[in-house]
């Protein structure tokens, strides 16, 4: 994650994590839970929504193993360019293709130049890298699934390991390609591991000015970004101010979820404006609607003590699922979301 412009620093409790067998208990008995309040009445008015009937299964072991992997020292903070970088996208385009996810053009692979706007460092070998599931009812719409894999490197001899921040959301990328690949979805989902957000937003802005499928085609992007270090069982669902149509089609997601769904972190009046903060933003300044899931700011953002063994993992289990919920939902409605986004542009 990027931090914003002007952040207001969130300090919030840490509470003792929930054992992983409570939270497989909460997944039982998931229909004594749900996400809280209901979404906009307008937009509840316009849709009939196809409804999930639980949470989708995760592979925990593949999943705590990437994300420890991808966070290991010997990536030394998979900053672009560098050693650490090239492991991080070999392990992601094996995992890619292991699991039969498409290369979109000739190459998972996607190279670009980037300077960072804020202190004109350049990267000319940034690699963005692109997958594909086609749909099996309507391939020619997309959803864009991003998260980058790039972090900040080593710094006066420390590595900033960056765990939650991404390889959480990238690790989420990966469940992700693994559950559509068993589950084909109707519309195709570009699952884009991107690089240089650290850097400016570098690898989402390349892709929307050189879009490797049309921009017009892509319905909306779900972004995942720092998804694994809260021990409050709070997951921030940020992008329903600009696009509140989208409210309900989540909260009906994540009703079987036993974690708190916050919405919010994306108008000017919230502590935080996530709204360019992470990969999200450069689609939201192409007019296309996001959701970005993240968690609230914590004392290991951006140092290097953001490493795997302070993640919490029945968490981070759960909020992949959770997303994935999500995601599936929203392909199972992309039509409608389609003409309610329409309708919100002609208001």
């Given at each position: ?178 559950h559509f690949t068993e589950n084909p979805p109707q519309h195709s989902l570009l699952l884009l591991a991107l ?40 997951l921030v669902a940020a992008g329903t101010f600009h696009y509140p149509f ?102």
């Amino acid at each position: 994650m990027t931090t914003p412009e002007t952040p207001a620093t969130l300090i919030r409790k840490r509470l003792a994590g929930f054992s992983l067998l409570a939270v497989v208990l909460m997944v039982t008995v998931s229909q004594l839970y749900s996400c809280g309040s209901s979404g906009d009445e307008t937009a509840d008015t316009l849709y009939t929504a196809s409804l999930p009937d639980e949470l989708p299964p995760i592979d925990r072991v593949q999943l705590l193993g990437d994300i420890e992997f991808l966070a290991s020292d010997a990536l030394l903070g998979r900053f672009p360019g560098t050693e650490g970088s090239r492991l991080a996208q070999e392990h992601i385009i094996a995992r890619f293709t292991a699991l039969g996810v498409e290369p979109v053009g000739d190459s998972f692979r996607h190279h670009f130049s980037h300077t960072n706007p804020r202190n004109q460092t350049s990267f000319e070998d940034a690699v963005n890298i692109i997958g594909m599931i086609p749909g099996t009812e309507n391939p020619e719409r997309f959803i864009a699934v991003t998260a980058h894999y790039d972090h900040l490197g080593m710094h006066d001899g420390q590595i900033f390991n960056g765990a939650d921040d991404n390889a959480s959301g990238v690790g989420g990328l990966l469940a992700a390609a693994r559950h559509f690949t068993e589950n084909p979805p109707q519309h195709s989902l570009l699952l884009l591991a991107l690089d240089v957000e650290e850097q400016g937003l570098g690898g989402a802005q390349y892709f929307v000015q050189n879009p490797a499928v049309p921009l017009d085609q892509i319905v909306m992007n779900l972004n995942m970004d720092m998804i694994s270090h809260n021990f409050e069982d709070r997951l921030v669902a940020a992008g329903t101010f600009h696009y509140p149509f989208l409210r309900p089609f989540i909260e009906e997601a994540v009703a079987f979820s036993p974690l708190e769904i916050i919405f919010g972190f994306d108008n000017p009046d919230a502590p935080q404006d996530w709204t360019f903060s992470s990969d999200h933003g450069p689609f939201h300044a192409s007019g296309i609607p996001f959701i970005y899931f993240g968690v609230e700011d914590h004392d290991h953002y951006h140092q290097p003590t953001d490493t795997f063994d302070r993640i919490n993992p029945d968490f981070y289990v759960i909020a992949v699922s959770s997303i994935i919920s999500v995601l599936e939902h929203l392909d199972r409605n992309l039509a409608q979301i389609e003409a309610l986004h329409g309708s919100a542009a002609l208001d």
